[in-house]
């Protein structure tokens, strides 16, 4: 089976930086995915990282350590519209299928 | 691009009725995905569709739960003698097949079941 550890919640001010940290393990790894979900709202894709390293899109980068078994997020210039959960997921390979595991997701609150 | 839409966003009913939702995903998009979401959980994985195939399904998934997807377009997801602790929001998401290695999944706003 597949397995996530992300903190449940993060704390953290306008224009500051905070990372969030998953550790995973899971067999038939092929990558690393990140989503935001504000309350009541769909899940939307932030980053994808299938090869260890940093991928940087605006304000928000993700690394993966695949021998570590291990990535985060990193957000940057936090604005209050950060104020979110963040699911790290695992994609991995199921026989003929390819899958997303999901972790139980960080809420970020970002306060003034 | 109109996005992955479900219909109803919400659906009330008594405990042992059967539901059905539907899930019309991005017209070019071949996998189609079903996650069922708990308040403070992730997404949780149901069942997996390339074209009109169901490759994958969540051996957590009740005998109680079916999905389809004619003709490899919009899916349906049925939920037979619903019992309380189905009560979730039911998520839809596609994505293109390619061998690119962005996976990123498109979701749909959800289906919202409650079960009295």
């Known amino acids: 089976g597949q397995s996530l550890e992300q903190p449940s919640e993060v704390t953290a001010v306008e224009g500051a930086i905070v990372q969030i940290n998953c550790t995973y393990q899971t067999s038939g790894f092929y990558g690393l995915s990140w989503y935001q979900q504000h309350d009541g709202g769909a899940p939307t894709f932030l980053s994808y990282?299938?090869?260890?390293g940093l991928e940087e899109t605006g304000r928000f980068s993700s690394f993966l350590s695949r021998s570590d078994s291990y990535g985060y997020l990193l957000l940057q210039e936090l604005q209050m519209k950060d104020s979110a959960s963040y699911f790290c997921?695992?994609?991995?390979?199921?026989?003929?299928?390819?899958?997303?595991?999901f972790g139980s997701g960080t809420q970020l609150t970002v306060l003034p | 691009d109109t996005g992955v839409s479900q219909d109803p966003r919400h659906k009330i009913t008594k405990r042992g009725q059967n539901v059905t939702f539907r899930c019309d995903p991005i017209s070019e998009h071949n996998r189609l995905y079903w996650y069922r979401q708990t308040l403070g959980q992730g997404p949780e994985f149901l069942t997996y569709?390339?074209?009109?195939?169901?490759?994958?399904k969540s051996r957590l998934l009740s005998d109680r739960f079916s999905a389809e997807r004619p003709k490899g377009s919009f899916s349906t997801l049925e939920i037979q003698r619903t019992e309380q602790g189905d009560s979730a929001m039911y998520l839809c998401?596609?994505?293109?097949?390619?061998?690119?290695?962005?996976?990123?999944?498109?979701f749909g706003s959800g289906t919202q079941l409650s079960v009295l």
């Open positions: 998401a596609s994505s293109p097949y390619g061998g690119g290695s962005n996976e990123k999944l498109f």
């Open positions: 990282n299938g090869l260890d």
């Open positions: 997921a695992v994609a991995f390979s199921s026989g003929s299928a390819r899958q997303l595991t």
């Open positions: 569709f390339q074209n009109e195939a169901q490759l994958e």
